[in-house]
């Protein structure tokens, strides 16, 4: 079976740091794009991040630029999201997805929720 | 990165048809055809339902379909069934190697 399991969400305080996981089984992880997505509670989705099978092409969007990576470890079969200085207005449901190819995002994991709080 | 712009609701009546659009501009939905829609239900995770415009994964019910026009994408759900009414939204790939998502469309099957 396909499956994306992510992990490492919790409760930290503004400015803390925080590391995501997603353990992929059910396919050949090294040949796809991955992306994470977050939504914060009662509103839309959000695109994060997206990185290159081989992790040789990344790409951001602005609110989390300089603050998250994203990586991979192929042979782990697993996807990262490093969050840094991490704000409130980050706090929200965060996916990490498989990019199958042209643009088809078909396969989801359930989601890790990260609050920002004092 | 603006996000792509989306009734914030629609409504209908089992059996009819219901469109919701997305318009963006000729740097995401305008200049590919890497447009995509997800439903998702409360408390689920997103569930690909179209993409590249107008494709359906398999198991995803014909009575799902899309288009594009320039800037403007569209999704039509006919035949209106009390399970489609969730959320949807739309997403496209932009010039700056960046995705862009619509700000979601709450559907209501009256």
């Known amino acids: 079976e396909v499956q994306l399991v992510e992990s490492g969400g919790g409760l930290v305080q503004p400015g803390e740091s925080l590391r995501l996981s997603c353990a992929a089984s059910g396919f050949i992880f090294s040949s796809y794009w991955m992306h994470w997505v977050r939504q914060a509670p009662g509103k839309g989705l959000v695109w994060v991040s997206r990185?290159?099978?081989?992790?040789?092409?990344?790409t951001y969007a602005d609110s989390v630029k300089g603050r998250f990576i994203i990586s991979r470890d192929n042979a782990k079969s697993t996807l990262y999201l490093q969050m840094n200085n991490l704000r409130a207005d980050d706090t929200g449901i965060y996916y990490c997805?498989?990019?199958?190819?042209?643009?088809?995002?078909?396969?989801w994991g359930q989601g890790t929720m990260v609050t920002v709080s004092s | 990165q603006s996000a792509l712009t989306q009734p914030a609701s629609v409504s209908g009546s089992p059996g009819q048809s219901i469109n919701i659009s997305c318009t963006g501009t000729a740097s995401d939905v305008g200049g590919y055809n890497y447009v995509s829609w997800y439903q998702q239900h409360p408390g689920t995770a997103p569930k690909l339902i179209i993409y590249?415009?107008?494709y359906r994964p398999s198991g995803v019910s014909d009575r799902f379909s899309a288009s594009k026009s320039g800037n403007t994408a569209s999704l039509t759900i006919s035949g209106l069934q009390a399970e489609d009414e969730a959320d949807y939204y739309c997403?496209?790939?932009?010039?700056?190697?960046?995705?862009?998502f619509g700000g979601g469309t709450k559907l209501t099957v009256l």
């Open positions: 997403s496209s790939y932009t010039t700056i190697s960046t995705w862009v």
């Open positions: 590249g415009v107008s």
């Open positions: 990185i290159k099978s081989d992790g040789g092409d990344i």
């Open positions: 997805a498989r990019n199958y190819g042209s643009g088809k995002v078909d396969v």
